[in-house]
């Protein structure tokens, strides 16, 4: 990603003010607020992006989004900055950058399960207990199913893959029995 660099120094300002004002929490959810209606929305981006209207205009027309939402002044004006400097384009990167150094600095660690059937409350509970003890982190997980992996559970933090689905260990016995061959 080449805006990357550009993406964590604007996270980084943005996560100083947060932690100057103690306000962390609230600039990483506007932010994320904000990345979400700019990437769902391709009217906004056109409008915003767009170089033919007066960056008054653009301007206007973010601020009006910024009051309705009910962002912090302080989070308006870091928006106001990626728009006049034409790098609201990467606010997405800014958001993932950003939220990277917030779980950093919570000892959180975000972790994507997939299972092959929906897991209930109490799995969920064991399994995040369990993840919280490998990685020595408080783990936040988004779920999805996968019935291709037969059973079982796969696990994505950050790098690591925990995998502990049917379908890899049919495919590890598999090239064992092969390799025997």
């Known amino acids: ?6 993406a964590r120094r604007y ?4 996560f100083s003010l947060g932690q100057e004002k103690d306000e962390l ?8 607020e904000a990345a979400g209606y700019f990437e769902a929305s391709a009217e906004l ?3 915003l992006l767009n170089p033919a209207l007066k960056l008054e205009e653009r301007r206007g027309v973010l601020d009006a989004l910024a009051q309705k939402a009910g962002w912090p002044r302080l989070f308006r004006n870091f928006t106001m900055l990626l728009l006049d400097k034409d790098r609201l384009r ?3 990167e800014v958001d993932r950058a950003f939220q990277r150094r917030l779980d950093e600095h919570q000892g959180r660690a975000r972790a994507r399960v997939t299972s092959a059937v929906e897991l209930d409350d109490g799995q969920l509970e064991t399994l995040k207990k369990r993840l ?3 990685t020595g982190k408080d783990v936040a997980m988004t779920t999805d199913v996968d019935e291709d992996l037969i059973g079982g559970v796969v696990a994505r933090v950050g790098s690591t893959i925990y995998d502990g689905s049917v379908k890899t260990h049919l495919q ?6 092969l390799k025997e061959v």
Do not use: C, S, T
């Not at 600039?27 to 994320?32: E, N, R, T, V, W």
């Not at 590890?172 to 029995?177: H, K, L, P, Q, T």
């Open 1 to 6: 990603m080449a805006n990357e660099p550009v």
């Open 11 to 14: 996270a980084q300002a943005l």
């Open 25 to 32: 929490e609230d600039y990483g959810k506007a932010l994320a």
């Open 45 to 47: 981006r056109a409008v």
């Open 90 to 92: 990467f606010i997405g």
């Open 132 to 134: 919280d003890g490998l």
């Open 172 to 177: 590890r016995m598999r090239e064992a029995i």
